[in-house]
């Protein structure tokens, strides 16, 4: 994984991080942790899809925020279990995956870096 794909993971856990403060910020500094953690996440995700096609690069950070909420929400909010919820994350994870092998890198392939 070259640090262009390190850049989109990145990205994706900062998104994690501005979705739930979205939901259980209730004061000042909550909002500015959700807020910088909008701005790192975007900033970072911007600066992935310079050089990584950019539909697959927004595919990846969305399908890995989705699923690093999700996964958060059940884990430190003791939002409701199902095998039904953790199929269907795994399943997008498996989509997410399969999207970011099958795109070619332009780095790889002699492009620029």
Known sequence: MNSN????????????V??????HADGFWDW?????????????MI???RKLPVGTV??????????GTVLSEIIIFNEAFSGAKLLLVGVLLAGVIGLK???????SEGGEA
Not at 18 to 23: A, S
Not at 32 to 43: G, H, L, Y
């Open 5 to 16: 794909w390190l850049k989109v993971v990145m990205a994706a856990m900062f998104e994690v």
């Open 18 to 23: 501005w979705v739930i403060g979205l939901k």
């Open 32 to 44: 500015m942790i959700t807020v910088i953690a909008i701005v790192i996440s975007f900033i970072v």
């Open 47 to 49: 600066m992935a899809g």
């Open 58 to 67: 927004y595919s990846v950070f969305v399908g890995l925020g989705t699923a």
């Open 101 to 107: 092998l099958v795109t070619k890198d332009p780095v």
